[in-house]
């Protein structure tokens, strides 16, 4: 059985920083793609960033309102993949998910959560002062 399992949220200030991290069992994802969403209160899920892997050269992709300011990263080796989160805003509150999809997706399917084969629980992250 396959799970994905986050931790490292919390709750930070404005400008502050935070690193996520999901950790997979079950199965490996290193031919896969892993990527991270989040949802704030009362909006729909939205992409974050993903990392697609091949061959030994890896493709990130960032949605434009946290590009120069996340960074995903994983880890084959323990089977993780992390976001480093910086610069944080209070529009950055919300549920972030870890997602992890078996193939290695096409470009124009990362953004679509329907595209992944496996999610986490979530874990809430909460800029404010």
């Known amino acids: 059985q396959v799970q994905l399992v986050e931790s490292g949220g919390g709750l930070v200030q404005p400008g502050g920083s935070l690193r996520l991290s999901c950790a997979a069992s079950?199965?490996?994802?290193?031919?896969?793609?892993m990527g991270w969403f989040r949802q704030a209160l009362g909006k729909e899920r939205e992409f974050v960033a993903a990392?697609?892997?091949?061959?030994?050269?890896?493709?990130?992709h960032y949605t434009d309102a946290v590009k120069g300011r996340f960074t995903i990263s994983r880890d084959n080796a323990k089977n993780t993949v992390s976001l480093q989160m910086n610069s944080l805003t209070s529009e950055d509150t919300a549920l972030y998910y870890c997602?992890?999809?078996?193939?290695?997706?096409?470009?124009?399917?990362?953004?679509?959560?329907?595209?992944?084969?496996?999610w986490g629980q979530g874990i809430q992250v909460i800029v404010s002062s």
């Open positions: 079950g199965r490996t994802f290193s031919s896969g793609t």
């Open positions: 990392i697609r892997w091949s061959g030994g050269n890896k493709n990130t």
């Open positions: 997602a992890a999809a078996t193939s290695r997706l096409i470009l124009s399917s990362v953004w679509n959560g329907d595209n992944y084969d496996h």
